[in-house]
């Protein structure tokens, strides 16, 4: 059986450099894990699907990852829906590039956008079984308290106090009991903004009040399941396609070309390229015997799906013994081969196969860098956080 994925195809990823190939996975990563917006997520996905294609990969390794990373995000659903009551509020998104901030451009409703007296915008989620506070409490008895709308609240802490947390702190259980006062009978959950500063020095909060049921299902938790389960996703795709189109022994030579110049820093590049080989090699091997071993001790009257826990770790212990007791046979007739071979890491040594670099090698690994580069450089040198969860920030505006 083949373990390790490879399948053997005759497709340009296949021919590709691998020193590039395993580069060009390396920068997808990274842009993966920039914060991008799901319309970035979706031009990195159709970059690996033009990959997956041009590989000529079987479509039943798609449907395989989509299908983990479908239970993935159902796991990921609930454990949200139990955390995230709120429908999720964002104060200022005009000035910030969180996933949940949306360009201005696809004309949310007043329901969802509330500007404040200075002009600051303020986004707010949506929830099943929840509900925002669309009237202002008593603030009469409440110093440096400002109701702005749709939940939102403004408190004001002067430059002379001493203790600007506490002042916030303390405004913020004012305006709770003011909410919790005209009996609106669920459970009021607050979410306290960042700090921006005043004309005069002031310290400026902006508090988001809204009320939730036990049973309450927040956009917020939708827009997190699909944030973090397109990035896995989107993870476990390129690394399948670099390990179905490349063989141990490539993705041995590619890592020891990439380290080749620690050679001047006197570190042992041959020796750990070496040592991956023989832990890829022999991964396939230690799983065969594994199997060998699960169907000899099944056939003495082992159990390992029934019984109890505790059954079931002694079971394993009669797999992970003989295990460990074949690795170590393995090793050691290893180390006796290469010894007897007269191999010596630190001669030069020839290669039997030369991996040539075309064109087309080139421009698909331009292409990563080519946009991370981009992005890296408008990111620096904007005067605006650009990148959004659901576009482009118009960085001219």
């Given at each position: 059986m083949n373990y390790s994925g490879f399948t053997y195809k005759k497709s340009v990823i296949h021919r590709m450099n691998p020193s590039l190939?395993?580069?060009?996975?390396?920068?997808?990563?990274?842009?993966?894990?920039?914060?991008?917006?799901?319309?970035?997520?979706?031009?990195?996905?159709?970059?690996?699907?033009?990959?997956?294609?041009?590989?000529?990969?079987?479509?039943?390794?798609?449907?395989?990852?989509?299908?983990?990373?479908?239970i993935l995000g159902t796991i990921l659903i609930l454990i949200n829906w139990i955390t995230y009551k709120t429908p999720g509020a964002v104060f200022d998104f005009t000035d910030s590039y969180s996933f949940l901030y949306r360009p201005s451009?696809?004309?949310?409703?007043?329901?969802?956008?509330?500007?404040?007296?200075?002009?600051?915008?303020?986004?707010?989620?949506?929830?099943?079984?929840?509900?925002?506070?669309?009237?202002?409490?008593?603030?009469?008895?409440?110093?440096?308290?400002?109701?702005?709308?749709?939940?939102?609240?403004?408190?004001?802490?002067?430059?002379?106090?001493?203790?600007?947390?506490?002042?916030?702190?303390?405004?913020?259980?004012?305006?709770?009991?003011?909410?919790?006062?005209?009996?609106?009978?669920?459970?009021?959950?607050?979410?306290?903004?960042?700090?921006?500063?005043?004309?005069?020095?002031?310290?400026?909060?902006?508090?988001?009040?809204?009320?939730?049921?036990?049973?309450?299902?927040?956009?917020?938790?939708?827009?997190?399941?699909?944030?973090?389960?397109?990035k896995i996703f989107l993870m476990i795709l390129i690394v399948t396609i670099l390990t179905s189109t490349t063989s141990s022994i490539q993705l041995t030579c590619a890592l020891e070309d990439i380290l080749n110049p620690l050679r001047y820093l006197r570190l042992p590049v041959t020796e750990w390229s070496m040592t991956i080989a023989l832990v890829l090699r022999f991964i396939p091997s230690l799983l065969d015997e594994s199997n060998t071993i699960l169907k000899a001790q099944a056939s003495r009257g082992l159990d390992f799906k029934n019984g109890s826990l505790k059954d079931k770790v002694f079971s394993l212990s009669s797999l992970v013994v003989p295990l460990f007791s074949i690795a170590f046979k393995k090793a050691g007739e290893l180390s006796n081969a290469m010894e007897a071979r007269g191999y010596n890491p630190?001669?030069?040594?020839?290669?039997?196969?030369?991996?040539?670099?075309?064109?087309?090698?080139?421009?698909?690994f331009l292409i990563p860098v080519f946009l991370l580069g981009v992005l890296l450089t408008l990111l620096f040198i904007a005067d605006k956080k650009i990148f959004l969860a659901f576009g482009f920030w118009d960085i001219f505006a």
């Amino acid at each position: 059986m083949n373990y390790s994925g490879f399948t053997y195809k005759k497709s340009v990823i296949h021919r590709m450099n691998p020193s590039l190939k395993f580069l060009t996975t390396v920068f997808v990563v990274a842009l993966i894990f920039i914060p991008f917006g799901f319309i970035y997520q979706a031009l990195i996905l159709a970059f690996c699907l033009t990959l997956f294609f041009l590989a000529k990969l079987p479509i039943k390794k798609l449907w395989r990852i989509i299908q983990s990373v479908l239970i993935l995000g159902t796991i990921l659903i609930l454990i949200n829906w139990i955390t995230y009551k709120t429908p999720g509020a964002v104060f200022d998104f005009t000035d910030s590039y969180s996933f949940l901030y949306r360009p201005s451009f696809l004309n949310w409703t007043s329901q969802h956008v509330t500007i404040s007296s200075d002009g600051k915008y303020f986004l707010q989620g949506s929830t099943y079984g929840g509900q925002v506070i669309t009237t202002s409490p008593d603030l009469t008895n409440i110093k440096n308290v400002n109701w702005i709308g749709n939940g939102f609240f403004q408190i004001t802490v002067p430059a002379t106090a001493n203790n600007k947390d506490a002042v916030v702190n303390t405004a913020t259980k004012e305006i709770l009991n003011a909410i919790q006062n005209q009996n609106v009978g669920w459970n009021v959950k607050t979410i306290t903004s960042g700090l921006y500063r005043g004309a005069n020095g002031e310290s400026i909060y902006y508090a988001y009040f809204c009320l939730t049921k036990w049973y309450s299902f927040s956009s917020y938790a939708i827009i997190l399941m699909l944030y973090v389960t397109i990035k896995i996703f989107l993870m476990i795709l390129i690394v399948t396609i670099l390990t179905s189109t490349t063989s141990s022994i490539q993705l041995t030579c590619a890592l020891e070309d990439i380290l080749n110049p620690l050679r001047y820093l006197r570190l042992p590049v041959t020796e750990w390229s070496m040592t991956i080989a023989l832990v890829l090699r022999f991964i396939p091997s230690l799983l065969d015997e594994s199997n060998t071993i699960l169907k000899a001790q099944a056939s003495r009257g082992l159990d390992f799906k029934n019984g109890s826990l505790k059954d079931k770790v002694f079971s394993l212990s009669s797999l992970v013994v003989p295990l460990f007791s074949i690795a170590f046979k393995k090793a050691g007739e290893l180390s006796n081969a290469m010894e007897a071979r007269g191999y010596n890491p630190r001669t030069s040594r020839t290669r039997y196969r030369d991996f040539d670099i075309a064109k087309i090698d080139w421009i698909i690994f331009l292409i990563p860098v080519f946009l991370l580069g981009v992005l890296l450089t408008l990111l620096f040198i904007a005067d605006k956080k650009i990148f959004l969860a659901f576009g482009f920030w118009d960085i001219f505006a």
